[in-house]
């Protein structure tokens, strides 16, 4: 066996990134997708809803895929994880659920209904039921998830829900409305663009306050995460990425206030991405945290293999027909259709 | 009564059975329409007859409230693994969450990722690559079919590796695909999802002929229907007969489930097929029951008497018998007899066709044809449904057959947790199946736009050039997808 050490460990790793990559595109365009679907709630007439609706219109499906590539490869890739983190997240797992399910039929069920009140609320309670779900699990993540020395779930059915999985969750939520408001920005024009300029700059703050929070606490509530963060060379990671945000909050905040189109959306993309990578960085190395790891988790090599054969060679095919439609559709919305 | 209440194996197994039972309502029909959508585009680039692009333009509305639909239902589906049925999960994750990451990259994403342009991209993409792009829809729905295929058939055949110390080890993961089920089970769905699909656009068709409105145009998508049926309808049934055949050798319980035989009948003897029965599961015999002698040994050998023994229900212990024997025998029947009736209402058709009866200008005088295009048109969905019935209850108590009990692979949740998310399942997913059934109903009463015209493509000004107003929009409903 010793000789298939390195790769023992490197096959697991290289799982830990796409699946990464997976959930990293997930809660970026899935997150503008719920974003959009919860400012919906406040959208002020029904013209101006289906304007919003038709900013999804042709994404919302392959958003939402990228969550069942994230649940398919998990359950290849580390099916040790996909099995206890869905037992240990079973009401959160099931609430956003709902809220997809929800939000998805309301979504054509509006296209065709005269009386389109019930969808639009329907519409926007899934989309928000659907984003706290996941705050949640991203809650347990800090919390950690506890299991026993198989590494099953070993823990309560309440376990999820602490008061600082509340605030994790709202933050997450909060983080959704501006990825969502800096997309209206740059697919509308006129007045609703002028309010989503003010829906995002109330989002920056709110998820700064949380995302603050989050980063104190971290350090101060698991001990685990303080260790790591306070480890050379981990530290200067750990240091760098705050100094990083603030910066990016600060050029987010100045492009709104400039009125800027395209601008918001990417510093928040970039808010995202560097929020995501000091995630990473927590995890790492394991997979259920705080204690199992991704090599206790990982399938075996050869399972590793083959799907990294099939999958790995696809994943630049599907980036790239992923990026085609986009460009197909890009520019503004007027009414119920494009530009 | 109210035992099951308390027992979370029986509930995921009821929240597991609910939950296939929608979900399948809806991939069913987008993954064989989305075929159809590619012959009538096809037609439509060919022949440059509006009446196909209108048609085209028409049915993807159905297509699209089904295929919403159909992902919102699926996902509970690709998570239940984990949520409930953990131990399965870990048990064989090593191959069969390998298939479920197939199916969600290769299929599922090229679906959804050329839906919209399927969708909304006739103005905005050339012709071909709107084309393409239903092509692609088709393809990634079908390879859905494959790879869901493919991981159920080795639940009913595990191949390719062997379990050690309760996990599955796989040796050879193109032998675990190539499962001795997958390649008839596949053909077997692929047909079942494209028959019912036909008969679903066939029946309304035959609903808008029989009364009258549009019926040259609807005489068009029949016909195309009917086309395609010539060759389906008599193919599935030769499928599902060695599907059959495959059950008898691999799974010798489920036949007898089937058949609901509790006798064995031994080698050289002829068996007779049993028409009509009332199984008594307790009883471990049958009420009552009407049987043609002999017809078993011909359907299972062609031949008057057996050469393989066939086993009778008794001669497993119980504990290793399939339960709901009723259930199964009857759900078999169902499904036999539904793809007669189709095969049948399939040949009375072309004959018809033949002899000019269905021209666009006597069509309306096929009254009793038209009905019974219609009363064919929900058939499809039950003989799905029945299907699936006699494939998983059949499997029973094996979730891998042979090698894992439904009973070890459920997960230990508190059963509250799994009565909640059941609850909370079942109530929506019955109110969806009202609101699909409401909304497609009246995508039908409303009809296709029979003024739409070609669509012309590049006409649009550039992007983000000038900062319009929401104008309010203009189109006609039909068009505003």
């Known amino acids: 066996m010793e000789p298939l050490q390195p790769l023992q460990n490197f096959l697991p790793q290289v799982w830990f990134f796409i699946l990464g990559l997976f959930l990293f595109l997930y809660v970026l365009l899935d997150g503008f997708d719920l974003g959009v679907g919860i400012l919906s709630l406040t959208a002020s007439s029904e013209e101006r809803r289906s304007i919003l609706m038709t900013s999804l219109g042709n994404v919302w499906d392959a958003n939402e895929t990228w969550l069942i590539l994230m649940g398919g490869s998990l359950f290849g890739a580390f099916p040790l994880a996909y099995a206890t983190i869905l037992n240990a997240l079973y009401i959160p797992a099931v609430i956003m659920v709902v809220g997809l399910i929800l939000r998805a039929v309301s979504f054509e069920f509006r296209e065709n209904a005269d009386n389109k009140l019930v969808w639009n609320i329907a519409f926007g309670v899934g989309s928000f039921l659907a984003a706290l779900g996941q705050g949640f699990a991203l809650g347990s993540v800090f919390e950690g998830i506890t299991v026993d020395a198989d590494g099953h779930f070993a823990g309560g059915v309440w376990d999820w829900l602490t008061w600082r999985s509340v605030i994790v969750s709202l933050t997450l939520i909060q983080a959704y409305v501006l990825v969502g408001s800096t997309y209206l920005i740059l697919k509308t024009s006129g007045e609703l663009q002028a309010t989503h300029y003010k829906t995002a700059t109330i989002a920056t703050w709110t998820t700064l306050a949380g995302a603050v929070f989050i980063t104190v606490s971290t350090p101060l509530l698991s001990d685990n995460a303080r260790e790591l963060l306070f480890s050379v060379p981990m530290v200067y990671i750990f240091g760098t990425i705050p100094v990083l945000g603030v910066l990016l909050v600060f050029l987010l905040l100045r492009s709104l206030k400039r009125r800027e189109e395209n601008t918001p959306i990417i510093w928040t993309f970039l808010l995202f991405s560097l929020s995501f990578i000091g995630l990473g960085f927590i995890i790492f190395p394991n997979i259920i945290p705080p204690s199992v790891t991704i090599y206790q988790a990982a399938a075996s090599p050869s399972s590793l293999v083959f799907m990294l054969t099939f999958i790995g060679f696809l994943i630049p095919i599907v980036l790239a027909y992923n990026v085609y439609n986009y460009i197909v559709f890009r520019g503004k919305v007027i009414g119920a259709t494009y530009e | ?481």
């Open chain 2, 1 to 481: 009564m109210t035992e099951f209440l308390a027992d979370t194996t029986t509930l995921s197994r009821i929240q597991f059975a609910i939950t296939a039972i929608f979900h399948m309502l809806w991939p069913v029909l987008t993954t064989g329409m989305a075929i159809y959508l590619i012959i009538i585009e096809g037609l439509w680039l060919k022949t440059r007859n509006l009446d196909y692009y209108r048609h085209a333009r028409f049915w993807s509305r159905l297509y699209v409230l089904n295929f919403g639909i159909g992902v919102a239902s699926g996902l509970p589906m690709a998570f239940q693994f984990g949520l409930n049925w953990a131990p399965f999960s870990e048990s064989v994750g090593d191959f069969f969450g390998t298939v479920l990451g197939f199916e969600g990259t290769m299929a599922f994403m090229l679906e959804a990722s050329f839906l919209g342009i399927m969708l909304f991209g006739w103005e905005r993409v050339p012709p071909i690559i709107h084309f393409i792009s239903t092509i692609l829809v088709a393809v990634g729905a079908n390879l859905s079919t494959f790879w869901i295929l493919a991981a159920n058939s080795w639940l009913q055949t595990p191949a390719g590796g062997e379990f050690v110390n309760g996990k599955f080890v796989v040796q050879d993961y193109f032998q675990a695909i190539a499962n001795p089920f997958m390649v008839n089970s596949f053909l077997h769905m692929f047909f079942a999802t494209l028959e019912t699909s036909l008969f679903v656009i066939g029946g309304i068709s035959a609903w808008y002929v029989l009364n009258k409105r549009h019926a040259e145009f609807f005489s068009k998508s029949l016909k195309v229907v009917l086309a395609v049926a010539i060759l389906i309808a008599p193919l599935q049934i030769f499928v599902g007969h060695l599907s059959a055949e495959q059950v008898y050798h691999h799974q010798p319980a489920k036949l007898a489930a089937m058949e609901a035989q509790w006798e064995t009948v031994p080698a050289g003897q002829p068996a007779a097929w049993s028409l009509v029965a009332l199984p008594n599961d307790r009883a471990e015999r049958n009420e009552w029951e009407l049987k043609i002698p002999g017809a078993l040994s011909y359907l299972l050998e062609l031949k008057p008497t057996l050469d393989q023994p066939v086993r009778g229900l008794k001669s497993w212990q119980p504990e290793n018998r399939p339960h709901m024997v009723g259930l199964i025998y009857y759900s078999f029947r169902i499904m036999v007899a539904i793809g007669l009736f189709l095969a049948a209402l399939m040949t009375v058709s072309a004959i018809q066709w033949v002899r000019g009866k269905l021209a666009a200008e006597v069509i309306t005088q096929q009254t009793w044809l038209m009905r019974a295009w219609v009363f064919a048109a929900p058939l499809g969905y039950l003989a799905v449904e029945t299907g699936w019935i006699v494939r998983c209850v059949g499997r029973q108590p094996w979730l891998v057959y042979g090698e894992l009990r439904t009973l070890d692979a459920a997960s230990k949740l508190p059963a509250g947790e799994v009565l909640f998310s059941l609850t909370g399942l079942t109530i929506m997913y019955v109110i969806f199946l009202g609101a699909a059934l409401y909304f497609g109903g009246r995508i039908i009463r409303k009809g296709p736009n029979l003024e739409l015209q070609a669509p012309l493509v590049g006409n649009q000004p550039k992007l983000g050039l000038e900062l319009a107003q929401h104008a309010p929009d203009q189109r006609p409903a039909e068009a505003r997808q």
